[in-house]
C-alpha cells in the first residue's frame, strides 16, 4: 500500500518550517511560564493537571511503544496510527504543562514544608533520591525541548512519503521521544508527596 505513493518533497519543506516555528514558539513559552512576572492570576485551582499530564505522559510512552511493535511487524497502518495518537497525546501534554505552570506555583523536590525552599534539613530527609531527581528532570526537560523539532521533521518525512528517509532519522528520534514520554510520569511519581493538600 506504502510502497506506491511518491515523495512529495515541496510539502515536506512547508511542514519543516511549519516545525520550525511549532517548536521556537513552544520553547518561547516554555521559558516563560518559569518567570514570575509571566504567572496567570486566576481563581480557578489547576492542581489537578500534573496527574492528568503525566497520565498522557505515560500513554504517549505506551503509542510509541506500540508504534515500535506494529513497524517491527511491518504493520504500517497500525504504526502510523500509533505515532498520530503518540503526538495527539504529547500535544494535550503539552497544553496542560503550560497551563499548570503559567497559573501555579513550581513544586520542589524535597519541599516538605512547602515554603518554597529546600533547606539542610530537607535535603538530609530526601538523601541521593534529590539528586536522581534532578538527573531525571534536567535529562527529561533538556530532551524535551531538543527532540520536539526532530519529531516533528521525523513526522514530516514519513507524512510525505519518504519512508527511507524517515528511518533514517526515526532510529534517533524514537529512543529520545520514549525516554521523555517515560521520565515524565517517573518525575509525577517522584515529586507527589510535595504537592501541596
Known amino acids: ?6 515523495p512529495n518533497r515541496p510539502l515536506e519543506k512547508k511542514l519543516n518550517i511549519l516545525a520550525v516555528i511549532v517548536s521556537i514558539a513552544v520553547l518561547a513559552l516554555v521559558g516563560l511560564m518559569r518567570r514570575p512576572e509571566f504567572k496567570i492570576q486566576t481563581e480557578i485551582d489547576f492542581s489537578f493537571l500534573p496527574p492528568f499530564h503525566s497520565m498522557l505522559n505515560a500513554l504517549a510512552a505506551i503509542a510509541l511503544i506500540a508504534a515500535l511493535y506494529f513497524i517491527k511487524n511491518k504493520n504500517m497502518i497500525a504504526h502510523r496510527n500509533s505515532i498520530y495518537a503518540a503526538l495527539v497525546l504529547s500535544a494535550m501534554f503539552l497544553l496542560s504543562y503550560v497551563v499548570y ?21 530537607e535535603k538530609a530527609a530526601v538523601g541521593s533520591t ?8 534536567i535529562t527529561h526537560v533538556t530532551l ?7 519529531i516533528l521533521l521525523t513526522f514530516n518525512r514519513a507524512f ?16 529520545l521521544w520514549l525516554y521523555v514520554a517515560i521520565t515524565g510520569p517517573v518525575c509525577y511519581l517522584m515529586l507527589r508527596p510535595f504537592y501541596p493538600g
Open 160 to 175: 510525505t512519503n519518504q519512508f527511507d528517509r524517515h528511518k533514517k532519522i526515526a532510529r534517533y528520534v524514537y529512543p
Open 1 to 6: 500500500m506504502f510502497n506506491n505513493l511518491q
Open 101 to 121: 505552570h503559567f497559573t501555579s506555583d513550581a513544586v520542589i523536590y524535597g519541599d516538605a514544608n512547602f515554603d518554597g525552599v529546600v533547606d539542610e534539613a
Open 144 to 150: 524535551a525541548g531538543v527532540i520536539l523539532p526532530f
Open 130 to 137: 534529590r539528586t536522581i531527581y534532578l538527573i531525571l528532570l
